[in-house]
Nanobody, 125 residues
């Protein structure tokens, strides 16, 4: 599985960005998908995830109500709409994919064998 992420950039606090991840090599409806982020000097952390069916979504508490993850299995894409951005959202954002991830591992980067290159999101105050 190859993942290609795009959509990062520089935005002022309160602004919005939309990240997109295109998957190839396997149809998206067989994959659990997630977005992670990593700020300098910090560990990679889960941001949002969606089950392969698309019926369930999961979010890190600080982004709930601001970020929305969505997937289009027909287009093999997973997007992350980020609204009301804050300076603490600044990080390198990665999309990740895995198969049949058990619920308790959904937020662990170790559960995802496939990763895209990061896309930088910078939020200025």
């Amino acid at each position: 599985v190859q993942l290609q992420a795009s959509g990062g950039g520089l935005v002022q606090a309160g602004g919005s960005l939309r990240l997109s991840c295109v998957a190839s090599g396997r149809t998206l409806n067989r994959l659990d998908m997630a977005w992670f982020r990593q700020a300098p000097g910090k560990e990679r952390e889960f941001v949002a995830g969606t089950r392969r069916s698309g019926g369930h979504t999961y979010y890190r508490d600080p982004v709930k109500g601001r970020f929305i993850i969505s997937r289009d299995n027909a287009k093999n894409t997973v997007d992350l709409q980020m609204n009301s951005l804050k300076p603490e959202d600044t990080a390198l954002y990665y999309c990740a994919a895995g198969s049949s991830i058990i619920l308790s591992n959904l937020r662990s980067p170790d559960a995802y064998p496939y990763w895209g290159q990061g896309t930088q999101v910078t939020v200025s105050s």
